[in-house]
């Protein structure tokens, strides 16, 4: 038995809670990761994993165990790292979620220069605006507009969205120009609704001029989950938006999009990148979340009035 690949598997398992994910991840056949296992429980004579049809739970000995093989993982990898140079060069597969726009608008055009820079590193990157189980999924880290909301996670505060409210022409000439925010709240005019993927709501719109603050919410016939599939129903005519700046821009210069109320302030959008306090932060997690920050300072960077802690 090989006792690195044995833990590994093990720890693979314990995140995955599956034995057929951890084969999948691990690129190994399923009987592979069970008999390495299995041979590892009979090595330390303790029961790591309770196992059934339908779940693969962990078992006391095998919690406090994975925590120490986690580490000891961590330390394995940067001993490698330091004898082959990788702290200048890392290498592997990174897998990460991101919001639909920012990779098309942001993070894929800036790809090539990350590439260019850390060719030796392969990054998975599923664009979703959905909920991610980072253990499950075997994701290393997510990047979400506002705060993840789970307290199980790493979340560094990496910037802050400049956000607005737009509206198509086509829409604006059918319904009128809106003097004020809460007229968004009854007919002729609607919204677009953002549905934060957490919850399931319509996420609200907070504005202020001067003393006067309000939360718009409005009325709506199409909510949706996807940033793309917002701003495309929006570009249609369906609603105002409100949206992040960077991706109304292109559509402001093309005549696509008008501002409305431009002499009221919106409350930015947090950005934040998260990942579990377990998953050991190699030099491939490292070097892609200073590639992140580096980019949001110029693309969204941190309001210091709404400034947030780096890390919780």
């Known amino acids: 038995m090989d ?4 833990m590994l598997a093990f720890a693979r398992v314990v995140e995955t809670r599956s034995f057929t994910q951890a ?6 056949s399923k009987t592979s990761v069970t008999q390495l296992v299995q041979q590892l429980e009979a090595r330390l004579r303790v029961k790591l994993l309770n196992r059934t049809t339908r779940k693969v739970n962990v078992t006391a000995d095998g919690a406090a165990y994975y925590e120490r093989v986690v580490r000891l993982l961590a330390d394995m990898d940067d001993a490698e790292t330091s004898l082959t140079d990788a702290s200048k060069a890392p290498r592997g597969r990174l897998r990460v979620d991101v919001p639909s726009p920012l990779a098309r608008m942001i993070l894929a055009p800036a790809f090539p220069a990350f590439h260019a820079r850390y060719p030796d590193i392969q990054v998975h990157m599923g664009v979703s605006d959905r909920v991610v189980d980072l253990i499950d999924e075997n994701v290393d880290c997510v990047v979400r507009g506002s705060d993840p909301g789970d307290p199980s996670l790493v979340a560094r505060h990496v910037g802050d969205l400049a956000i607005g409210l737009y509206a198509a022409p086509a829409y604006l000439a059918r319904v009128g120009m809106p003097a004020h925010p809460k007229e968004l709240e009854a007919a002729p005019h609607q919204i677009v609704g953002f ?3 957490s919850t399931g709501r319509i996420l609200p719109c907070a504005m202020q001029r001067g ?4 939360e718009v919410l409005g009325r709506y016939a199409l909510a949706m989950d996807d940033g793309n599939a917002y701003l495309a129903a929006g570009l249609a005519g369906l609603g105002v938006l409100c949206l992040p700046h960077y991706m ?9 999009l008008s501002t409305l109320f431009p002499d009221w ?6 950005l934040y990148l998260a990942f579990p306090p377990n998953r050991h932060v190699g030099a491939r997690l490292r070097v892609f979340i200073d590639w992140v920050t580096e980019l949001m300072k110029v693309h969204a960077p941190i309001n210091q009035l709404h400034a947030r802690p780096l890390a919780r």
């Open 195 to 197: 549905l934060r993927s």
């Open 248 to 256: 109304a821009a292109p559509h402001l210069a093309q005549g696509e």
């Open 3 to 6: 006792r690195f690949d044995a």
């Open 265 to 270: 302030t919106t409350a930015p959008m947090p």
């Open 211 to 214: 003393d006067e603050r309000v």
């Open 23 to 28: 084969a999948q991840t691990l690129h190994m």
